[in-house]
């Protein structure tokens, strides 16, 4: 299992809306996002290969219209 950090998130974002945008990079055991304080989530994947893609894929992204903003993305 590999865990991923993902900072600067807006505070309303929903385990839902990571999970949809992190699948396409493959099998996610868990979402679990930050409440007090809000702004940052981990998400686990199965394979630490996919969760490499994903970091890959989405650091330093900026979604102005969307409430994710990936400006941190690492494996723990």
């Known amino acids: 299992m590999s865990r991923v950090y993902v900072g600067n998130l ?3 974002v ?3 809306e990571l999970e949809d945008e992190f699948r396409v990079f493959g099998v996610i055991r868990s ?3 930050a409440r007090r ?6 998400i686990d994947f199965d394979d630490r290969r996919d969760a490499d893609d994903a970091i890959r894929e989405l650091d330093g992204n900026l979604c102005p219209e969307s409430r994710l903003n990936f400006l941190a993305a690492f494996v723990v």
């Open 14 to 16: 929903s385990e839902r």
């Open 10 to 12: 807006d505070p309303r």
């Open 31 to 33: 979402v679990w996002v």
């Open 37 to 42: 304080p809000p702004g940052y989530a981990f």
